[in-house]
């Protein structure tokens, strides 16, 4: 969000914070669905953003481009089944900023299918919202800790492997994770996740505007 006005960034905001709010939502509703109450009995199965932002990480999505929200609680103990569940659990985040990202996308193409107005600021919004949501879907998708794919990719291992692979994680992870996002801004280089999520929008917008 360099570059952009006060009244911008006032702007939009709000549909950052709830792009952020339906992800840790999601963690948490599968959760419980899946028989873990932790994260119910935390607070956390709400729609009020207060009670999923991290300040810190909330302002470096806002001001650097990426970020995070707190961590929704989760007892592996209380899933069943457990591998379905903790694959269940830690899908629905990104899933659910797929999903909306997509409904944004039926909603522009309705929009000009039906000669709708639309203001400019309506569809700067509606054009945010859902880059941001493709952002959300594909860096929580990297499987590296402590994002959400991970522990997806851990699931899919025989026993034997999850051991060493959580081990390399745990040392591991968050370094490939920096190098990743902060490598191409120092290397002044193309970065792969901005190429991803540009490929993505690409792939959306053409939807939107192709004919019907």
């Not at 899908?91 to 193409?109: D, K, V, Y």
């Not at 639309?118 to 509606?126: G, N």
């Not at 990719?153 to 591991?172: C, H, I, N, S, V």
Request: with cysteine.
């Amino acid at each position: 969000m360099f570059g952009r006005s006060i009244e911008e960034m006032i702007i939009l905001t709000p549909p950052l914070l709830f792009s952020l709010t339906i992800h840790e939502l999601a963690h948490a509703r599968t959760a419980l669905a899946f028989g873990d109450p932790t994260a119910k009995n935390m607070g956390r199965c709400t729609w009020n953003p207060l009670a999923h932002l991290d300040p810190i990480g909330t302002l470096a999505l806002i001001f650097v481009g990426f970020g995070w929200a707190k961590p929704v609680p989760v007892n592996p103990n209380n899933l069943h089944p457990p591998k379905w569940g903790s694959i269940a659990v830690s899908f629905a985040g990104p899933l659910s900023n797929l999903m909306f990202a997509f409904a944004i996308a039926i909603g522009l193409r309705l929009t000009l299918t039906f000669g709708w107005h639309l203001s400019d600021m309506a569809l700067k919004i509606a054009l945010y919202t859902m880059a941001i949501n493709m952002c959300l879907f594909i860096f929580n998708m990297l499987p590296l800790f402590p994002l959400d794919g991970h522990h997806i990719a851990r699931e899919q291992l025989p026993p034997e492997l999850k051991g060493p692979f959580m081990d390399w994680q745990m040392r591991y992870g968050r370094f490939v994770l920096m190098a990743i996002i902060l490598g191409p801004m120092l290397l002044q280089m193309p970065s792969p996740l901005g190429l991803a999520i540009d490929h993505s929008m690409g792939l959306m917008l053409t939807y939107v505007i192709s004919p019907a």
